[in-house]
Every structure is written in structure tokens, then in C-alpha cells.
């Protein structure tokens, strides 16, 4: 089991930067691919960056590629989201997600299990 806590959120201009952390605990996060992903109040949560067990392969949605940048530390138990260039547009509660497949995170994020509670970015013009 995987517990997931995001923090970092919060509110930039335009323009600007944040780095958002994911905190896990358990002793097998190196086993699970993480992904971030977002939601709009009455949009439905949409895929951000998803990256595998080891750091090395990565996936972005083409909103964000260029802009955000996905990594880890196993030895911190922590995944990382830099975003960069920020736009209104990103405004959204940011969500951080694990599974053993990284396939899944990529095209099945619906059967993903562990989520966190999700931090909120706010991006004003």
C-alpha cells in the first residue's frame, strides 16, 4: 500500500514557476510508476506527466511538454513536478498517482489506485 501527500501548490504569475512534491510512504516506492495529473472544478482530471520505477522513461501531455518536468528520488520517496513557464490555463488541483505498471499510469489512469488529496495551483495573468 502506498500513501501519497502532495504539497508545493500555490499561487504565481504568469510567467513563473513552482515545483510540486509527492511524498510516499512504504518501503516500495521504487516499485511504482508515478504520475501527475489535474482537474478543473467540473472538468473531468486530466494526465500531466507520468515517468517509471527507475526515472528514466517519461511522458507528458503535449499542454505541458517543454514546460513541466517530472523526476524522483527512491531514497526520499519523493516525486517531483517542475513546471516552468506557467500559463492561466494550468490553473487546476494537481494530483500526484502510483501503480507497479507504468503503462497503467499512462493510458489507464481510471484504474489507478493510490491517489493523493491534491494541491491547488493557481496561475493568475
Known amino acids: 500500500q502506498v500513501q501519497l501527500i502532495e504539497s508545493g501548490g500555490g499561487l504565481v504569475q504568469a510567467g513563473g514557476s513552482l515545483r510540486l512534491s509527492c511524498a510516499a510512504s512504504?518501503?516500495?516506492?521504487?516499485?511504482?510508476?508515478m504520475g501527475w495529473f489535474r482537474r478543473v472544478p467540473g472538468e473531468e482530471r486530466k494526465f500531466v506527466a507520468a515517468?517509471?520505477?527507475?526515472?528514466?522513461?517519461?511522458y507528458y501531455a503535449d499542454s505541458v511538454k517543454g514546460r513541466f518536468t517530472i523526476s524522483r528520488d527512491n531514497a526520499k520517496n519523493t516525486v517531483y513536478l517542475q513546471m516552468n513557464s506557467l500559463k492561466p490555463e494550468d490553473t487546476a488541483i494537481y494530483y500526484c498517482?502510483?501503480?507497479?505498471?507504468?503503462?497503467?499510469?499512462?493510458?489507464?489512469?481510471?484504474?489507478?489506485?493510490?491517489w493523493g488529496q491534491g494541491t491547488q495551483v493557481t496561475v493568475s495573468s
Open positions: 515517468l517509471d520505477w527507475s526515472g528514466f522513461s517519461t
Open positions: 512504504g518501503r516500495t516506492f521504487s516499485n511504482y510508476a
Open positions: 498517482a502510483a501503480d507497479r505498471a507504468y503503462s497503467t499510469v499512462v493510458y489507464s489512469p481510471g484504474s489507478l489506485d493510490h
